[in-house]
């Protein structure tokens, strides 16, 4: 079985900073897509970033220059720089991965971690 697993989330200021950190643990074969997405109390779940096994990211165009994607191969971790946080930002996030065991890629979703900016 394989677990994605988020930290970092808390209480910040307008204008903050937060890095969120997701960990993949269990039975890994391959890692492919891994994401971020967010979801505001009363909205649908959005995507916020993804990046690729070769590190090619895409970001939702509320984020760009703001939030930065990054991965580490090696401990199965994706990352989530997020800087000049505004209240909008508030949501639980949440990780995603495209991960195989053994042959066919599936989904899988972190627990979230709620990330609130407040003055």
């Known amino acids: 079985q394989v677990q994605l697993v988020e930290s970092g989330g808390g209480l910040v200021q307008p204008g903050g900073s937060l890095r969120l950190s997701c960990a993949a643990s269990g039975s890994i074969f391959r890692i492919y897509v891994m994401d971020w997405y967010r979801q505001a109390p009363g909205s649908e779940r959005k995507l916020v970033a993804t990046?690729?096994?070769?590190?090619?990211?895409n970001y939702a165009d509320s984020m760009k220059g703001r939030f930065t994607i990054t991965r580490d191969n090696a401990k199965n971790t994706v990352y989530l720089q997020m800087n000049s946080l505004k209240p909008e930002d508030t949501a639980v996030y949440y990780c995603?991965?495209?991960?195989?065991?053994?042959?066919?890629?599936?989904?899988?979703w972190g627990q979230g971690t709620q990330v609130t900016v407040s003055s």
């Open positions: 995603h991965g495209v991960i195989a065991q053994k042959d066919l890629p599936r989904n899988y």
């Open positions: 990046i690729t096994t070769d590190g090619t990211t």
